[in-house]
């Protein structure tokens, strides 16, 4: 087990990799277990890991509530939501009772949002079973749910206590699902790290296949550099929007395709290839550089053309974007491969050229 801290002053907390985790409750701080915890998953996690992260709280005299969600992107709303305090109240659930998000990526940011207010802030632990969870959303305390108009467009920045990433879930992910943390994963490359995205060129098709030592260096390494950011900049003032790469495009992609079309990383894979469109377009890369971003996102199985919803459909959409300052739509560009930037100042028309050929995968 390899472990790496997210330093935040007094609400820092551990990051644990390895295998086997899930079954070890030793891994949660004594300070978090009281006489009851409740795990909240869904359909698809439940069978799989529920009676294993119970038996391990059992091991520590804590009585588990295990709130079992409908899946997908399509629930991550203020329905669900509801459904999450109905069981708390029910429960007589307190300030001090834990919540345990067990899943992925929408089951994190369904819990993190309901222990972020239930009860003015409870505490929130996270055991995420997906690539996309592990590498990106379970890390930063980011929390929320979804809008018609936006994505994420209503929650809270609320860290969670602990994350425990066990490598032993991804064994039981489906193809499409390891594939759309793959662009998480390629995302950290292309923004912040040129010699892990060099790495990736050469053993995409290990990770692809499984391989446990390569997923392991993949997931640790971004991680680090989820933290690493995270630490500079917790609440998204400035660069930590960097880690959007390709989610400006993207998030409009899901909300205009209808949420669960799409999974979240397929529009995040596509919108990087508009982003590097764009950034080739105003002139910052070239076109070999776009090549490099079809060419490993093709690679890991994931799409690289965008769906065409129209040009003032995708401006519509993306004018809800938590980024829009002042009515301008902020996008993270590429200065090269391995160097992303915030940019707000760009020709309109660069922007519409990219968007009237969505499909388009290469200059």
Not at 204 to 211: H, K
Not at 260 to 282: P, T
Not at 347 to 352: E, T, V, Y
């Amino acid at each position: 087990m390899r472990t790496l801290p997210v330093s935040l002053g007094d609400r820092s907390y551990p990051i644990h990799i390895g295998v086997g985790l899930c079954a070890d409750a030793r891994l949660i701080p004594d300070t978090l277990l009281k006489d009851k915890a409740v795990v909240i998953t869904n359909t698809t996690v439940a069978p799989l890991y529920l009676e294993t992260v119970q038996a391990g709280l059992r091991t520590r005299g804590v009585t588990c509530i295990s709130v079992v969600l409908p899946d997908g992107e399509a629930h991550k709303n203020w329905e669900t939501l509801n459904r999450i305090f109905d069981e708390l109240l029910s429960h007589r659930c307190e300030r001090k009772t834990p919540l345990i998000a067990l899943g992925g990526g929408v089951i994190g940011d369904l819990t993190g949002f309901a222990a972020a207010t239930y009860q003015r802030g409870v505490p929130f632990i996270q055991i995420p079973t997906t690539l996309l969870s592990q590498v990106d959303s379970a890390v930063g305390g980011k929390t929320a749910i979804n809008h018609p108009l936006g994505k994420n467009m209503v929650g809270a920045f609320y860290q969670p206590q602990v994350v425990i990433a066990d490598m032993d879930t991804l064994r039981t992910l489906p193809p499409r699902e390891l594939a759309a943390g793959l662009a998480e994963v390629i995302k950290y490359g292309f923004l912040r790290d040129a010699e892990f995205l060099g790495w990736l060129e050469k053993n995409i098709e290990r990770l692809t296949a499984l391989e446990p030592e390569a997923l392991a260096f993949a997931v640790e390494r971004s991680c680090q550099n989820k933290a690493e950011v995270v630490a500079k900049d917790e609440r998204e003032t400035g660069d930590r929007a960097l880690l959007n790469f390709g989610h400006t495009f993207g998030h409009a992609v899901e909300a205009g395709m209808g949420y669960g079309e799409w999974l979240h990383g397929e529009a995040v894979a596509a919108g990087m290839v508009l982003a590097a469109r764009f950034s080739e377009k105003l002139g910052y890369i070239g076109k070999a550089d776009v090549r490099r971003v079809v060419d490993i996102l093709a690679r890991a199985k994931l799409p690289v053309a965008a769906p065409d919803l129209g040009v003032e459909r995708y401006l519509d959409l993306m004018g809800h974007d938590k980024k829009v300052e002042g009515g301008k739509i902020k996008f993270i560009l590429l200065r090269k491969p391995g160097e992303a930037f915030i940019c707000n100042q760009y020709d309109s028309a660069a922007l519409h050229a990219v968007l009237s050929t969505p499909a388009q995968t290469h200059a």
